[in-house]
């Protein structure tokens, strides 16, 4: 059976104040919830982060890493050091990093491998741009990015790896893909997996993410493949991320058939 999950992705937002107060009421808020809680603050913030969800039910994602564990690589940071820092989870190749820093598929797969194998579980980022889905190319790019890393990786990786939708259009934009889109890509990708493993593909939890909200979030997660969201700029909300959380919390276990 698979467990629902909410990942709080804040990508390059707040202060010291902030992520304590943010922190502190998603902690106030949240004891009495039974899916997974992942927070992903910016990386200058994981150890305070850390220190605050100690001894919680929240868990800690960092929002990259390098996929070398040491070297002269100044300004990044290896999965290693993540691991060192409580981080169970490491977002990677979010469209922000595929279209403004250029990630390729084949940087995110390495990326991928170096933090599974270091203990640190991966959140894959996966989804087209709009003109891409305007030309009916949705699936072929989603093959495409999964491929690399099965590739490298293996799909049984995915038994432990989470993979998130996210059209890069609906990201930010206020527009969130419909349930039935979300539904068609996330069975897709639950099917590209069972051509090579029944068992990991319904193992695998597959996140939606882009312009998740409080109002929207019942139609998308209770989708059969849905199996939570990876969550933007609600994230720095204490009480809407909860009340998703809720959302997600009524949905927290999915069972083949």
């Known amino acids: 059976m698979r467990k629902s999950m909410i990942v709080g992705n804040w990508k390059m937002n707040g202060t010291k104040k902030q992520v304590d107060e943010l922190v502190k009421s998603i902690i106030a808020n949240s004891s009495d919830l039974s899916i997974d809680i992942v927070l992903s603050p910016p990386s200058i ?11 919680t039910n929240l868990k800690l994602a960092a929002q990259n890493c390098h996929f070398a564990t040491t070297g002269a690589y100044t300004g ?36 991928f491998h170096a933090a599974y194998h270091v203990g640190v579980r991966p959140i894959l980022c996966i989804g087209e741009k709009l003109t891409e889905r305007e030309n009916g190319q949705t699936l072929q790019v989603i093959e495409q990015q999964l491929e690399e890393v099965i590739i490298i990786n293996g799909v049984e990786i995915f038994s432990e790896a989470i993979i998130a939708y996210e059209p890069v259009w609906a990201i930010g934009s206020g527009v969130s893909a419909t349930p039935s889109q979300v539904e068609e890509v996330h069975s897709y990708i639950r099917t590209r997996l ?17 312009s998740v909200t409080e109002k929207n979030a019942k139609e998308l997660f209770c989708q059969l493949n849905v199996d939570g969201g990876l969550i933007g700029g609600a994230s720095l909300k204490a009480e809407e991320f909860i009340a998703i959380c809720r959302v997600a919390e009524t949905f927290r276990r999915r069972s083949k058939g």
């Open 45 to 55: 913030f994981i150890q305070q982060v850390s220190s605050l969800i100690d001894k």
């Open 76 to 111: 990044e940071i290896s999965p290693y050091m993540i691991q060192e820092f409580g981080c169970k989870y490491v977002i990677l190749g979010h469209s922000e990093r595929r279209q403004l820093f250029a990630e390729s598929d084949e940087l995110i797969a390495k990326k």
């Open 194 to 210: 069972a051509k090579q493993s029944a068992t990991v593909a319904e193992q695998a939890i597959i996140l939606y993410g882009g």
